[in-house]
């Protein structure tokens, strides 16, 4: 262990010393004849002169050690600084160290992250894309029911309107033999199949007599035939029908021979009660004018 302070010299002996050569140059000179000789001051100086080395020697002595101590003092505590430093410098590389591990570490919890990421990304786009294979599927599944529907509701009503067309002929037919029984059956048989498709959506639609040509629900047989503005209906010689209140087909008319000047083309051996309507004239010739669904 190192001491604080430097060691102090013993300074009893010197200035016991300095008093004894002080006394002996007084004691030369006491005892020495006046005037003094040459060899008797030398001595006197001598001994003064050894006197005040003694004294003089342990304050220079101490002087010296103290300025050793002092040196020795700083060389201590420059290597203890170094040691500090040495110390400092083995925290440093140690902190080095331990970042350098950290920066692995977080480089390898990126690279885990980013791989993660992708396989996320992958599997996202796997997901989406099986969701829209079955999706489409699904789609063109429903696609094609709905079609299959469609076609299936336009041929049912194709044949509802055929049966209606024969419906209409035969009472038409009915109405041309003038037998009053016979017209009321084939009336109400009539009236009870429309009856039967009016629930399901299917009404057929007739013209009155007298009733003004309307050209979006009326049609003539001759299409190319000129109709005069507020022509009049003669006769419904086909009905029209709408499904859930959209015209499919509209209403097969004659109109009266006032409206439509003269008619050319009659045969000879027409019945005065107008032409017969065929039963499949309405569903042959109009069932294909307009879209059934």
Known sequence: MSQKTA???NKLPFLVTDLVFIGVALAIIYRSQTPIGGSQMLAVIACVALGAWACVTPFLRDHEVGAKFAESNGLAETVAQIGQLKLVAAQIQGATAQWQTFQENAGKASEAMKQMSSQLAADAANFAESLQKSSDAEKAALRLEVEKRKRAEADWLKVQVALLDHVFALHQAGLRSGQPNVIQQLGAFQA??????????????EAPSGTTFNPAIHRLPDENQQVPAGASIAATLAPGFSFQGQLVRPVLVELTESSSGT??????DESP???????GAGS?????????V
Do not use: N, Q
């Open 263 to 268: 008619f050319e083309g009659k045969a000879a």
């Open 192 to 205: 009870a199949c429309r009856d039967v498709v009016r629930r399901l959506g299917l009404v057929a639609v």
């Open 273 to 279: 009660d107008g032409p017969v309507p065929d039963a």
């Open 7 to 9: 060691p102090r010299i």
């Open 284 to 292: 042959d010739d109009f069932g294909d004018e307009r879209p059934l």
